[in-house]
């Protein structure tokens, strides 16, 4: 055989067994890059579902405490409500309280108002002798009827006012006038009419000139009840 036919021979065997060894080659490659592709196409798959639960575990938790809440919200609605229903009772209450306390009010307004208000029903005037402020029998008898009134009446109360002429000291005729109204008043007692029942007012002289000087040595007293 000739040289230049084993060489083209040996040619063809090398060029044929090369490209068996690329196609190989190629092949294994190919198989490699497809492993890598489910490789990545599994850990994208792994990494996807472990999300979409930890979405669905983040979801049922925040479901969870909406639920919590709103249980709480409905608490505090009733709690509220309870609230509402106590205030509007005790502002009820308030109210009656604050009427009660007007008409008090109104009730000690005129009382006060009519503290002095006193009618009087009648008048007694008991004579006393010059410079005398012993009560003589005429003017026990006129106080005992005067007695019998406030037995039978206890609304009604006395107002006595002493009096003297115009001879001898202011001071003295006012002391003089003060121990006329202590007879009338201690005799008052004595027959049973309550000391709370009876005022006194020692007023000295009468300056009204018109009364003669005997009429001024008296006790005028009063029959009063009072307004209210």
């Not at 060489?7 to 294994?28: D, N, P, R």
């Not at 009560?135 to 106080?143: E, F, I």
């Not at 027959?191 to 020692?202: D, F, L, N, P, T």
Request: overall charge neutral.
């Amino acid at each position: 055989m000739r040289p230049l036919s084993c060489a083209l021979i040996l040619a063809v065997v090398l060029i044929v067994a090369w490209g068996c060894v690329s196609k190989t080659w190629v092949e294994q490659e190919l198989d490699r890059r497809d492993a890598r592709i489910d490789q990545s196409l599994s850990s994208a798959q792994g990494s996807s579902g472990a999300q979409t639960q930890q979405a669905q575990r983040d979801a049922n938790l925040a479901q969870q405490r909406l639920t919590v809440v709103d249980q709480r919200v409905r608490v505090l609605e009733t709690r509220t409500s309870e609230l509402e229903e106590r205030a509007q009772g005790a502002s009820a209450r308030a109210d009656g309280a604050t009427t009660r306390a007007d008409g008090v009010d109104a009730r000690l307004t005129r009382l006060w108002a009519n503290r002095n208000a006193r009618s009087v029903v009648n008048i007694l005037q008991v004579e006393f002798g010059f410079d005398q402020s012993a009560l003589d029998d005429a003017g026990k008898s006129m106080l005992f009827v005067l007695v019998q009134d406030l037995r039978d009446s206890p609304e009604l109360s006395l107002d006595l006012e002493g009096y003297t002429d115009s001879k001898g000291s202011h001071q003295y005729n006012v002391r003089l006038s003060q121990r006329r109204i202590d007879a009338v008043r201690r005799y008052l007692i004595e027959q049973g009419v309550e000391r709370h029942r009876i005022k006194a007012s020692a007023r000295g002289p009468l300056g009204d000139a018109a009364v003669p000087e005997e009429r001024k040595r008296r006790v005028d007293v009063k029959l009063v009840v009072s307004a209210d």
